[in-house]
């Protein structure tokens, strides 16, 4: 009766395990090929400590020399882990929790490590006994820092009676010099007594200030900062003074580690071959050298035992794949994913994809869509058809040459500040055409019929003009031969003007073109192949014609996604296409006379919701049965609309009650509009509260929860750190979900990586 009982059991176990879950896509700047490295010789030689195909950073060796103690995501979530410095046992999780754990530091004898864990929300600073035979649990731990703000990097100072590290916590989150809707942040370095009192701050900068070392007896202590545009390594007095830059100018730096008066090591990017490497600084004569580097691997965060243990994470260097063209290098899906977390009681799998904007994923196997365009600049987008304009500088140059000329050679006929105004006419006339069309095309990018349309005003003045100086030198011809060969000159040259400009009116359409091409991905094999190109209508200027939010339709039939800018000005171009994939058929489904974009539908396609800027605001529509309804009709900017799939919620962004940044940017929170029993829409219901951004809300298959990504929780590493290595200037994203019945949060990742756009695809 037992074995039966036990086989039950085991029955529902597997059932359990092996049932469908919902799964949520999301966009991921998580890097790869990240593993600890050891050397057991000074960094004489490097070999593999981890192997896992997750992340592995941030390692720490014990002051005994026995154990290395580091980050792994093997699990879903940043834990810390325990591995032996000797023998092949595998790593072995140091701490319990449903929260993220990293940059561990060890106190001097040992008993102790610092780290970073965000259980409490927040990045916040932990204190635990090392106990390297046994798990320990989070709820043990004891927050030694307390704010609202980050505080990153724990360091224990020799005689282990305080701790070093970096928080935010003093400066107010600014927006991004160029793109202003990423919120940036600012460090300082601060110390506190190991149990977690007396704080006090040491550096008040515009840069971050980061990672603090302790040199030898305390007395200073040694950190990287950003001031002033070039992150470098400086020294300070532990009460904050006297500053000194410690790396020369040219030297970029971060991650420092002192180990002696005469070396500290730190990280350093090679710019020529884009990796980041392991240099050695002499404090007292700033020579440097490069002996610990490795040929083509990325080396980060070293750490280093008097007994000539050494460790850092990194890997080789990446190329680009077929399978994830023109976005991070390496595989399309984060390694080890899908990671399993539970909402309620049902279990979620979560995708991590490393692009900018989550591959849509189809919606029964295992497949993912993206698209690519490798034009990365102006001259990527010109076409053989602009070519043919280079004849007019040349002729302008040639008909200066030739007014200067004659101004000396007819001097005593002919007054010469006619030929001057000759030679400057012919520059200036050519010279105006080509820094328009370069403000109108490449700098202002305006719809090509609109460039068309001015190009056409300026040919009707100059062809004016023409005709204008042909019929005066017709009259002065027969009275006044040398003056008449003046305005001969000018007609020939406004005649070869007036037929470039022909020539741009016709043919401005076709200066620029480019080609975005759409590919299907296995992300469990990698397998890949081309589903179509696309190319924008001509009237669209190619360098507003990003693909942005694209996804699959309800029924899995047709892929859509929008084309222009998704913060870009009302009235530019933007647009919605629908792909359908089994007619293979490309359709244009929103007008192209304003900032079209981020449609999405209901079951059946019943009914559409979009973002237009056609009255001069961005506001959410929504269409049904061939009516179009304005939802919101205000001056706040609005974006990121959804409906759920039963058509009667719709949830989107706006700024009308957000954060005022520096009267640049306002930050983005969370609405819901409901169907009514009379099939009107209510008025607009705040969702999120939050100061800082939030935004790219999706529905559950079920429509009762929305998922969303946000900076509520700040970041989790110096924010240097993340950017050096991971190009996110959008410093927040973490992604969760809220329960519209009741607002209750389940936050569902917890890491330092940039995380946004979610999806929520129901599994049949």
Same mark, same amino acid.
């Given at each position: 009766?037992?074995? @039966?009982?036990?086989?039950?059991?085991?029955?529902?176990?597997?059932?359990?395990?092996?049932?469908?879950?919902?799964?949520?896509?999301?966009?991921?700047?998580?890097?790869?090929?990240?593993?600890?490295?050891?050397?057991?010789?000074?960094?004489?030689?490097?070999?593999?400590?981890?192997?896992?195909?997750?992340?592995?950073?941030?390692?720490?060796? %014990?002051?005994?020399?026995?154990?290395?103690?580091?980050?792994?995501?093997?699990?879903?979530?940043?834990?810390? $882990?325990?591995?032996?410095?000797?023998?092949?046992?595998?790593?072995?999780?140091?701490?319990?929790?449903?929260?993220?754990?990293?940059?561990?530091? $060890?106190?001097?004898?040992?008993?102790?490590?610092? $780290?970073?864990?965000?259980?409490?929300?927040?990045?916040?600073?932990?204190?635990?006994?090392?106990?390297?035979?046994?798990?320990?649990?989070?709820?043990?731990?004891?927050?030694?820092?307390?704010?609202?703000?980050?505080?990153?990097?724990?360091?224990?100072?020799?005689?282990?009676?305080?701790?070093?590290?970096?928080?935010?916590?003093?400066?107010?989150?600014?927006?991004?010099?160029?793109?202003?809707?990423?919120?940036?942040?600012?460090?300082?370095?601060?110390?506190?007594?190991?149990?977690?009192?007396?704080?006090?701050?040491?550096?008040?900068?515009?840069?971050?200030?980061?990672?603090?070392?302790?040199?030898?007896?305390?007395?200073?202590?040694?950190?990287?900062?950003?001031?002033?545009? &070039?992150?470098?390594?400086?020294?300070?007095?532990?009460?904050?003074?006297?500053?000194?830059?410690?790396?020369?100018?040219?030297?970029?730096?971060?991650?420092?580690?002192?180990?002696?008066?005469?070396?500290?090591? $730190?990280?350093?990017?090679?710019?020529?071959?884009?990796?980041?490497?392991?240099?050695?600084?002499?404090?007292?004569?700033?020579?440097?050298?490069?002996?610990?580097?490795?040929?083509?691997?990325?080396?980060?965060?070293?750490?280093?035992?008097? %007994?000539?243990?050494?460790?850092?994470?990194?890997?080789?260097?990446?190329?680009?794949?077929?399978?994830?063209?023109?976005?991070?290098?390496?595989?399309?899906?984060?390694?080890?994913?899908?990671?399993?977390?539970?909402?309620?009681?049902?279990?979620?799998?979560?995708? /991590?994809?490393?692009?900018?904007?989550?591959?849509?994923?189809?919606?029964?196997?295992?497949?993912?869509?993206?698209?690519?365009?490798?034009?990365?600049?102006?001259?990527?987008?010109?076409?053989?058809?602009?070519?043919?304009?280079?004849?007019?500088?040349?002729?302008?140059?040639?008909? +200066?040459?030739?007014?200067?000329?004659? %101004?000396?050679?007819?001097?005593?006929?002919?007054? +010469?500040?006619?030929?001057?105004?000759?030679?400057?006419?012919?520059?200036?006339?050519?010279?105006?055409?080509?820094?328009?069309?370069?403000?109108?095309? /490449?700098?202002?990018?305006?719809?090509?019929?609109?460039?068309?349309?001015?190009?056409?005003?300026?040919?009707?003045?100059?062809?004016?003009?023409?005709?204008?100086?042909?019929?005066?030198?017709?009259?002065?011809?027969?009275?006044?031969?040398?003056?008449?060969?003046? @305005?001969?000159?000018?007609?020939?040259?406004?005649?070869?003007?007036?037929?470039?400009?022909?020539?741009?009116?016709?043919?401005?359409?076709?200066?620029?073109?480019?080609?975005?091409?759409?590919?299907?991905?296995? #992300?469990?094999?990698?397998?890949?192949?081309?589903?179509?190109?696309?190319?924008?209508?001509?009237?669209?200027?190619?360098?507003?014609?990003?693909?942005?939010?694209?996804?699959?339709?309800?029924?899995?039939?047709?892929?859509?996604?929008?084309?222009?800018?998704?913060?870009?000005?009302?009235?530019?171009?933007?647009?919605?296409?629908?792909?359908?994939?089994?007619?293979?058929?490309?359709?244009?489904?929103?007008?192209?006379?304003?900032?079209? /974009?981020?449609?999405?539908?209901?079951?059946?396609?019943?009914?559409?919701? @979009?973002?237009?800027?056609?009255?001069?605001?961005?506001?959410? @529509?929504?269409?049904? &049965?061939?009516?179009?309804?304005?939802?919101?009709?205000?001056?706040?900017?609005? &974006?990121?609309?959804?409906?759920?799939?039963?058509?009667?919620?719709?949830?989107?962004?706006?700024?009308?009650?957000?954060?005022?940044?520096?009267?640049?940017?306002?930050?983005?929170?969370?609405?819901?509009?409901?169907?009514?029993?009379?099939?009107?829409?209510?008025?607009?219901?705040?969702?999120?509260?939050?100061?800082?951004?939030?935004?790219?809300?999706?529905?559950?298959?079920?429509?009762?929860?929305?998922?969303?990504?946000?900076?509520? +929780?700040?970041?989790?590493?110096?924010?240097?750190?993340?950017?050096?290595?991971?190009?996110?200037?959008?410093? #927040?994203?973490?992604?969760?979900?809220?329960?519209?019945?009741?607002?209750?949060?389940?936050?569902?990742?917890?890491?330092?990586?940039?995380?946004?756009?979610?999806?929520?695809?129901?599994?049949?």
């Amino acid at each position: 009766m037992k074995k @039966y009982i036990l086989l039950v059991c085991l029955l529902i176990v597997v059932i359990g395990y092996t049932q469908e879950k919902d799964k949520v896509f999301y966009s991921s700047f998580t890097p790869q090929g990240w593993d600890i490295h050891i050397s057991k010789d000074h960094g004489k030689s490097f070999n593999a400590f981890t192997t896992n195909e997750s992340l592995d950073y941030d390692a720490k060796i %014990s002051p005994d020399g026995n154990w290395v103690v580091f980050t792994s995501e093997r699990l879903g979530k940043p834990h810390l $882990f325990v591995k032996h410095v000797e023998g092949d046992t595998l790593p072995r999780l140091l701490v319990q929790s449903k929260s993220m754990q990293d940059q561990v530091d $060890f106190s001097p004898d040992g008993k102790w490590i610092a $780290f970073v864990s965000s259980h409490e929300g927040n990045a916040e600073i932990y204190k635990l006994p090392f106990k390297p035979s046994d798990t320990l649990s989070i709820f043990d731990a004891e927050n030694l820092t307390n704010n609202k703000a980050g505080d990153f990097r724990p360091r224990f100072s020799n005689d282990g009676n305080y701790i070093a590290f970096s928080s935010d916590r003093a400066h107010e989150i600014k927006p991004h010099k160029f793109l202003v809707f990423a919120m940036q942040r600012t460090g300082d370095i601060y110390t506190m007594t190991s149990n977690g009192n007396n704080i006090k701050r040491l550096t008040d900068s515009e840069g971050w200030d980061g990672s603090p070392n302790w040199n030898t007896d305390d007395s200073q202590i040694i950190f990287y900062s950003n001031r002033n545009n &070039n992150t470098g390594l400086y020294t300070m007095d532990i009460n904050g003074d006297n500053e000194k830059r410690l790396t020369p100018e040219p030297i970029s730096a971060i991650s420092p580690l002192y180990i002696n008066n005469e070396t500290i090591l $730190f990280a350093n990017e090679n710019q020529e071959n884009k990796t980041f490497q392991i240099l050695r600084i002499n404090p007292s004569n700033k020579t440097i050298d490069s002996t610990l580097v490795q040929p083509d691997t990325h080396m980060l965060n070293i750490d280093y035992d008097s %007994s000539g243990i050494m460790v850092f994470h990194g890997g080789k260097k990446l190329k680009e794949t077929e399978n994830n063209k023109g976005e991070f290098f390496g595989d399309i899906l984060v390694k080890n994913h899908p990671a399993i977390d539970s909402l309620e009681n049902k279990s979620i799998a979560l995708y /991590g994809i490393r692009r900018s904007f989550s591959a849509p994923p189809t919606l029964n196997d295992t497949k993912v869509v993206y698209d690519y365009n490798p034009a990365r600049g102006f001259g990527d987008f010109v076409t053989p058809f602009l070519y043919p304009l280079l004849i007019l500088p040349l002729l302008a140059l040639i008909w +200066f040459v030739v007014g200067i000329v004659k %101004s000396i050679r007819k001097r005593r006929e002919i007054p +010469f500040w006619k030929y001057i105004l000759f030679s400057i006419l012919s520059v200036f006339i050519v010279a105006f055409m080509f820094v328009q069309l370069n403000n109108w095309v /490449g700098f202002n990018a305006l719809p090509m019929n609109t460039v068309k349309l001015y190009v056409a005003i300026i040919l009707l003045v100059l062809l004016a003009f023409l005709i204008f100086v042909y019929r005066f030198y017709k009259k002065r011809k027969a009275q006044d031969k040398p003056i008449a060969s003046v @305005y001969k000159l000018y007609t020939m040259m406004l005649l070869g003007n007036v037929i470039g400009l022909l020539y741009i009116t016709l043919f401005t359409g076709s200066f620029l073109s480019s080609t975005t091409k759409f590919y299907i991905v296995d #992300y469990k094999t990698n397998e890949v192949q081309e589903l179509f190109d696309f190319k924008a209508d001509k009237d669209f200027n190619p360098q507003s014609a990003r693909i942005i939010d694209t996804k699959f339709t309800p029924n899995g039939k047709a892929l859509q996604f929008s084309v222009g800018s998704f913060r870009g000005n009302p009235k530019a171009q933007g647009a919605v296409y629908t792909y359908h994939l089994e007619e293979k058929k490309l359709e244009k489904i929103t007008d192209l006379d304003a900032n079209y /974009g981020f449609a999405d539908f209901s079951a059946y396609n019943k009914t559409m919701v @979009y973002r237009s800027g056609i009255t001069g605001n961005m506001d959410i @529509y929504v269409k049904e &049965n061939n009516t179009i309804t304005n939802l919101t009709n205000s001056e706040a900017k609005e &974006n990121f609309p959804v409906i759920s799939h039963d058509g009667n919620k719709i949830a989107y962004c706006s700024d009308i009650n957000g954060t005022n940044m520096q009267d640049v940017v306002k930050t983005m929170d969370i609405y819901l509009i409901e169907r009514q029993t009379d099939n009107s829409w209510s008025s607009p219901k705040q969702i999120t509260t939050y100061i800082g951004q939030e935004g790219h809300p999706h529905f559950s298959p079920d429509g009762n929860w929305i998922i969303y990504t946000t900076e509520e +929780f700040g970041i989790n590493d110096e924010q240097p750190i993340v950017q050096s290595y991971v190009f996110a200037p959008q410093m #927040y994203g973490e992604i969760v979900a809220v329960r519209i019945a009741d607002g209750k949060k389940v936050r569902l990742t917890h890491n330092k990586w940039e995380e946004g756009a979610p999806l929520w695809i129901k599994t049949n």
